[in-house]
């Protein structure tokens, strides 16, 4: 039996669970503020509609932001990769200058919707400024 399964999940306001296993869930929330992207002195992207991904499930996952893709200035090149997330549909990934860098849930499911035309950085790859 799962240990999971003997714990009760609370309702946490706004969230959207994955409908297969209601220990799965994410928050998406709009960030205050304006939000830039950076690969050294190259502006990726600048907004002030980032929205910010709070993912549970196997683990707690680090905070992810997500940027329209009218605020992307660069051009982002589709590589041959996608990936399947049972909570967000559909992923496809693009690179800068060569380096994988991105990625868009080009499919999402219905209820992941709010993910449709953003893309989001491997925050390993780019420095990210946040702030009004």
């Not at 190259?42 to 907004?47: G, I, Q, S, V, Y």
Request: proline share 7%.
């Amino acid at each position: 039996m799962n240990a999971f399964a003997k714990i009760e999940v609370p309702p946490v306001e706004g969230a959207i669970r994955n409908p297969g296993n209601p220990h799965h869930f994410m928050v998406l929330k709009p960030v205050k503020g304006t939000v830039s992207i950076f690969r050294g002195e190259d502006l990726l992207a600048r907004t002030t509609n980032a929205l910010r991904l709070i993912e549970i499930g196997k683990t707690v996952y680090d905070p992810t932001l997500y940027i329209p893709a009218k605020d992307v200035v660069i051009s982002l090149e589709e590589i041959d990769k996608n990936s399947q997330c049972p909570l967000k549909g559909q992923a496809s990934y693009y690179e800068y200058e060569g380096e994988e860098i991105a990625w868009s849930y080009t499919e999402p499911y219905d209820f992941a919707d709010g993910l449709k035309d953003h893309f989001s950085f491997w925050a390993s790859k780019v420095w990210i400024e946040e702030g009004e």
